[in-house]
């Protein structure tokens, strides 16, 4: 959903919402892998100085990562975007749960389903592939998640029919939501409980703007390091690439890592076309970075 879309009507955003709340369970569940494990040991001993992620899981941090800059938010917490106010995204699904009593009691059933182990492998190989052309219900719509973030996967079954008509589609897109046919129809979204206003998840979407704060946050990271390393993306999105270009401009080394061409591709020191958990693994312990880096 594009931000334009977001603000358009309620009903657009009982229908993201809706959609946020089948996929939170799941998503906030969610795990470090070895990349994000390896990334943190390296920042540990000196190695790395800044971690840029276009990624709204905040699994970095989880893994142990400090110095993490979201470049595109995080679906951990919510804003409202009449007076500021930040709460946690888990403190949203419990009020989602209170107002719309049926679509919780519906979720509870979803969540004794077993996992399928299939369509998680199949989701950890498709990092920074999109699945918006996946139609298993008559309908779907758009979600605001930039390139170089993990795609969800179809899970096993059919869709399930859902309450006020709705149908959950087992399809999680990288910000926590999932597909659902007629969502937000008799959804109802909770406004700011300090002044009214609208509440949106704290991510970038389609349309939005990077803040001022984060891009020069970003720009700094960019052109004060020697070398850039990136990772499982292919920097297709613009606030992406043009760090790329100012690491370059400044100097830097490029190393790409990445199953696939990127935009970056022609500027790149150095290219590893491998997955990301198990090059950073083997970086992570390579005999020389072993060690705390000694300025």
């Known amino acids: 959903?594009?931000?334009?879309?977001?603000?358009?009507?309620?009903?657009?955003?009982a229908r993201y919402w809706a959609r946020s709340f089948y996929g939170w369970p799941r998503f906030s569940a969610t795990r470090p892998n070895a990349a994000h494990v390896a990334l943190a040991e390296l920042e540990q001993r000196g190695w790395i100085s800044g971690l840029i992620t276009q990624?709204?899981?905040?699994?970095?941090?989880?893994?142990?990562?400090?110095?993490?800059?979201?470049?595109?938010?995080?679906?951990?917490?919510?804003?409202?975007?009449?007076?500021?106010?930040?709460?946690?995204?888990?403190?949203?699904?419990r009020a989602l749960a209170d107002l719309n009593p049926a679509a919780a009691a519906h979720l509870a059933t979803l969540l004794t389903r077993p996992a399928d182990p299939a369509a998680e492998r199949e989701q950890?190989?498709?990092?920074?592939t999109s699945r918006d052309n996946i139609r298993v219900a008559a309908s779907a719509s758009s979600s605001g998640v930039a390139a170089g973030s993990q795609s969800?996967?179809?899970?096993?079954?059919?869709?399930?029919?859902?309450?006020?008509?709705?149908?959950v589609v087992p399809l999680q897109r990288p910000d926590g939501d999932v597909e659902l046919v007629?969502?937000?129809?008799?959804?109802?979204?909770?406004?700011?409980?300090?002044c009214g206003g609208v509440l949106k998840p704290d991510v970038v979407f389609f349309g939005d703007n990077i803040p001022q704060e984060r891009k020069d946050r970003a720009s700094q990271l960019a052109s004060s390091c020697d070398?850039?390393?990136?990772?499982?993306s292919s920097v297709m999105v613009y606030s992406a690439f043009r760090l790329v270009e100012e690491a370059k401009r400044a100097g830097a080394r490029l190393v790409m890592v990445?199953?696939?061409?990127t935009r970056a591709d022609k500027l790149a020191d150095a290219k590893v076309e491998a997955r990301a958990g198990e090059v950073l693994?083997?970086?992570?312990?390579?005999?020389?970075?072993?060690l705390p880096k000694i300025n």
């Open 258 to 261: 990445n199953v696939g061409p």
């Open 152 to 167: 969800g996967a179809a899970a096993s079954g059919p869709a399930t029919a859902g309450p006020a008509g709705s149908t």
């Open 1 to 13: 959903m594009t931000h334009q879309q977001f603000m358009a009507s309620p009903a657009n955003r």
């Open 182 to 194: 007629d969502a937000g129809r008799g959804f109802t979204v909770p406004p700011c409980g300090n």
């Open 227 to 232: 070398a850039l390393v990136v990772v499982g």
């Open 55 to 93: 990624n709204v899981d905040r699994l970095h941090s989880a893994a142990g990562s400090r110095n993490v800059l979201e470049l595109h938010g995080t679906s951990h917490e919510v804003v409202c975007l009449g007076c500021g106010r930040r709460t946690a995204r888990a403190d949203m699904q």
């Open 124 to 128: 950890a190989l498709r990092v920074g």
């Open 281 to 290: 693994t083997r970086l992570a312990r390579h005999p020389q970075l072993l």
